[in-house]
């Protein structure tokens, strides 16, 4: 019984290392290297803060980011559209309050 039940217990952590493994390929990677795509746009990455982030379609993320301009300060949310090409090049769109994107609005719809 004792062979058997190791047997079990090493499946069941096989099964749950390869689950983890597929989550992170399919859903961690891709929205980080989208979240990375939008920071590098930024004046100043690292200040970088996100929300409303999600996922409307596939390989397309949508959210807000505020980061600090140049004098240091916060701007305020923008929106932003991230579609991330498997293998490729991130696209980024970023909202212009003056002239909103149509790209943005088709891929995260009107208020993002």
């Known amino acids: 019984m004792s062979i058997v039940w190791r047997q079990l217990m090493l499946a069941l952590l096989l099964a749950a290392a390869v689950a983890g493994s597929i989550w ?11 979240l990375q795509a939008v920071s590098d746009e930024m004046v100043d990455p690292w200040s970088a803060r ?7 379609r596939a390989n397309v993320y949508c959210g807000e980011v505020n980061a600090k301009n140049r004098m240091g300060a ?13 293998g490729g090049k991130p696209y980024v769109v970023m909202d212009d309050e003056q002239r909103p994107s149509q790209l ?9």
């Open 74 to 86: 916060y701007t305020g949310f923008s929106r932003f559209a991230v579609m991330v090409p498997s």
């Open 104 to 112: 943005l609005v088709d891929w995260c719809g009107a208020s993002g």
């Open 50 to 56: 996100f929300r409303n982030v999600t996922k409307p």
């Open 24 to 34: 992170y390929l399919a859903e961690y990677r891709p929205k980080q290297t989208a």
